[in-house]
């Protein structure tokens, strides 16, 4: 199952959750079993920290670096996203994101730059990271090729204080004690670099591309057990889509009417997940759905049993206004959170402004036909 967050956070989560005070044989066997299990999972897989947003095209270069640039203007955008809101109060599964990129008509080539946190658990099991981007638009006929590159930074961070760990479970009539788990810890946290790289190919009407994320598979561990390695897994993203124009050649310059049509497949490790999405634009307005998790593969869960990799369906409404665009969505989860998790909340605002055009609409050919949500 690839879903947007797992492994360590679903450790820490466990971790917090545990009662304080345990006063029955059989509630002590189940709790202290349930931490030493998670305690195991933090340990040995602290490595997977799967971040996505579900408006995709509000954060484009999160996508693949070949979309630097991608309206043939300048763009500035910000992002919230607020998952599971019920399972902590306040919510503690929070990313916040500011890209910028533009297009430099001269050079034919867009550049980007962006920044991103995000924060897990009572933990504050966070990643900072900083990235610029490089793509260059060259012209094949009727069609547009988009070569890509991403360096990133990244910021680990842990606060092993802020857990409830197995050995300071408190049975009955025995005083607190503190942990010597934090120990294990090398440092609250690593640092390292990352590369990306991605392919476009499209006209106006349709667009497809693929991405290769982690290129370098760093070391990202904050553990001195276990050999001190845990190595990202390479990720790869497939993509595309297809917009149908609906509106009539009279209304097409006032009130554009189109529907789109979008996928997304990602790969990582022995992970995957297929979206499927749709839009309906007319502007100023923005709908669209997507299904997160197409079962595609049949997978089994933890316990055995055989499941699929359905996870949510995405609610999502923009709306325009010159310059300004407004986007939200909402997560329904349909797996096993349903009614429990609170689904996701996410908003972005983006600012499109015209830094080298002047006015001169011809110079826009060669724009990536994709939504702006």
């Known amino acids: 199952m690839f879903q947007k967050r797992f492994g360590n956070k679903g450790a820490i989560a466990i971790c917090f959750f545990v009662n304080h005070e345990i006063t029955e044989p059989m509630g002590k066997l189940i709790k202290i079993l349930g931490v030493s299990v998670a305690a195991i999972v933090m340990a040995a897989s602290v490595q997977a920290q799967i971040i996505q947003f579900s408006q995709t095209y509000a954060t484009p270069t999160f996508l693949g670096p070949s979309f630097a640039g991608l309206t043939q203007m300048g763009r500035v955008t910000l992002n919230y996203r607020n998952q599971w809101p019920n399972i902590s109060s306040p919510s503690e599964y929070q990313t916040y994101a500011f890209s910028a990129d533009v297009y430099l ?51 680990r961070s842990f606060n092993p204080a802020n857990v409830t760990w197995i050995d300071q479970v408190r049975i009955e009539g025995e005083n607190w004690t503190e942990s010597d788990i934090p120990q294990t810890f090398t440092a609250n946290k690593r640092q390292y670099l990352d590369a990306t790289a991605s392919g476009l190919l499209y006209n106006e009407k349709f667009w497809i591309g693929l991405t290769a994320d982690n ?6 561990t904050l553990l001195s057990t276990i050999d001190n390695e845990a190595y990202i897994d390479r990720k790869f993203m497939f993509y595309g889509g297809y917009k149908i124009r609906t509106s009539t050649k009279k209304r097409r310059t006032k009130n554009p009417e189109d ?23 007319r502007y100023p307005l923005v709908a669209g759905v997507w299904l997160r998790g197409i079962p595609i593969v049949e997978t089994t869960n933890i316990k055995g049993s055989a499941t699929d990799n359905f996870d949510a369906v995405i609610w999502l409404i923009g709306y325009k206004m010159g310059s ?29 402004f015209d830094p080298n055009i002047k006015g001169n609409k011809k110079k826009r050919k060669g724009m990536i036909p994709c939504p702006g949500f």
Do not use: W
């Open 215 to 220: 290129l370098l598979r760093p070391n990202q």
């Open 324 to 352: 300004v665009s407004l986007g939200y969505s909402y997560d329904m989860s349909i797996n096993d959170l349903i009614g429990k998790s609170g689904g996701a909340s996410e908003l972005s605002l983006i600012y499109s």
């Open 105 to 155: 008509h001269k050079i034919g080539s867009g550049l980007g730059i962006s920044l991103l946190r995000d924060v897990a658990g009572p933990g504050d099991l966070g990643s900072t990271i900083g990235a610029i981007q490089y793509t260059k638009s060259i012209r094949m006929g009727n069609l547009y090729v988009r070569p890509g590159a991403e360096f990133n930074y990244t910021q």
């Open 259 to 281: 529907v789109t049509i979008t996928f997304l497949y990602q790969m990582q490790g022995s992970s995957d997940q297929l979206n499927i999405g749709a839009y309906y634009n």
